[in-house]
């Protein structure tokens, strides 16, 4: 089974035959002892730290089918590089050119993910409200937001919908984490404090499983419904990431908190925002990881499947929906 790898550490990655080695560097540019990565088990590779590489290594990876996705200091996603678009059908980009062309259509799909998200986010708040938190009024506030959706008559109305419902959700945050944290409001770029730092940090986790499981089907990740295209490079993956946030985000985020997973001392306070420290982001991602490949079983498919292949199967979801084959239902959690 693939992997993905995570590099933390600034260094070197070149081709060894049928191996990836990456040599890590310090800060004095001393060579640290070389690691090996045999290509068949790589999925893709988020690099955290610097990466020096030459264009052969990335013509090897693009033949293996490895993306590479970069973050900078701030752990803001910057790009990615990803092989070829073998993918890519002529019929699907222009029915989904279509889609988003119809403004009719274009809503209809945008009300989906609004609803998908809004419904995951409720049943967080019930989940907690089941184990005595008070988040009745939370509750109550989303579910008055949540009438308004079919209501919407533009996409722009639907955003500040979908703002409303989110706030509301936030404000529900100090309710469920215990009192070593506060939320405060939500900020980003930089974040404020820790809850932020772990909600930006989380957020862009989510986005990049979206992208890289956008890769694997016919779907454009340029053409979005929700968020507007241009205003991100690969704003579909924008889209799909709001109804996972809540399942596979805000989730984690309560269990690593309220179990001291991450603490205090894993973050990085600066003058104008914080940051989680290298220890913090590796506990996150560790936990990350068994929770995409965590399976269950579908109520549909009858079989087990993981997280980061629910992303995919919600992919294909949307493409027959493009295809006029089957209406698109998200993904509502059930448990």
């Known amino acids: 089974m693939k992997k993905t790898y995570y590099l933390f550490n600034p260094g070197r990655m070149s081709r060894?035959?049928?191996?990836?080695?990456?040599?890590?560097?310090?800060?004095?540019?001393?060579?640290?002892?070389?690691?090996?990565?045999?290509?068949?088990?790589?999925?893709?590779?988020?690099?955290?730290?610097?990466?020096?590489?030459?264009?052969?290594?990335y013509n090897f990876l693009g033949k293996a089918g490895i993306a590479v996705h970069f973050f900078d200091y701030y752990e803001h996603y910057t790009g990615s590089f990803t092989p070829k678009e073998y993918l890519l059908a002529g019929k699907m980009q222009i029915e989904q050119t279509k889609q988003y062309i119809d403004k009719r259509k274009?809503?209809?799909?945008?009300?989906?993910?609004?609803?998908?998200?809004?419904?995951?986010?409720?049943?967080?708040?019930?989940?907690?409200?089941?184990?005595?938190?008070?988040?009745?009024?939370?509750?109550?506030?989303?579910?008055?937001?949540a009438l308004l959706i079919d209501g919407a008559t533009a996409v722009d109305e639907l955003m500040g919908v979908e703002g409303n419902i989110r706030q509301a959700y936030y404000d529900a945050f100090d309710g469920i984490i215990g009192a070593d944290f506060a939320m405060g409001n939500r900020s980003k770029r930089p974040p404020q404090n820790e809850i932020n730092a772990l909600i930006s940090f989380g957020n862009m986790m989510?986005?990049?499983?979206?992208?890289?499981?956008?890769?694997?089907?016919?779907?454009?990740?340029?053409?979005?419904?929700?968020?507007?295209p241009g205003y991100r490079r690969y704003s579909l993956a924008l889209d799909l990431a709001e109804i996972?946030?809540?399942?596979?985000?805000?989730?984690?985020?309560?269990?690593?908190?309220?179990?001291?997973?991450?603490?205090?001392?894993?973050f990085d306070r600066q003058l104008n925002g914080c940051l989680l420290k290298e220890s913090g982001r590796k506990t996150f991602v560790r936990i990350w990881e068994e929770r995409v490949n965590e399976t269950f079983k579908h109520p549909v498919l009858k079989r087990h499947v993981s997280y980061k292949h629910?992303?995919?199967?919600?992919?294909?979801?949307?493409?027959?929906?493009?295809?006029?084959?089957?209406?698109?239902?998200?993904?509502?959690?059930?448990?």
């Open 106 to 145: 274009r809503l209809a799909l945008a009300r989906k993910f609004v609803l998908g998200a809004a419904f995951n986010m409720t049943k967080n708040l019930r989940y907690y409200i089941n184990r005595e938190k008070d988040l009745t009024m939370a509750l109550a506030a989303i579910e008055q937001y």
């Open 310 to 335: 629910l992303v995919k199967l919600e992919c294909y979801k949307l493409s027959k929906h493009i295809l006029s084959m089957e209406e698109y239902k998200p993904f509502k959690a059930r448990w």
């Open 206 to 228: 989510c986005y990049t499983l979206c992208l890289s499981q956008l890769y694997h089907t016919q779907l454009n990740p340029t053409i979005s419904f929700l968020h507007e």
């Open 244 to 266: 996972f946030k809540p399942v596979l985000v805000d989730r984690l985020i309560f269990r690593v908190l309220n179990k001291k997973e991450i603490q205090a001392k894993d």
């Open 16 to 57: 060894k035959d049928n191996t990836l080695k990456f040599t890590p560097v310090d800060e004095q540019g001393r060579e640290g002892m070389p690691k090996y990565i045999p290509v068949e088990g790589v999925s893709d590779l988020f690099c955290f730290g610097s990466l020096d590489a030459n264009s052969a290594l």
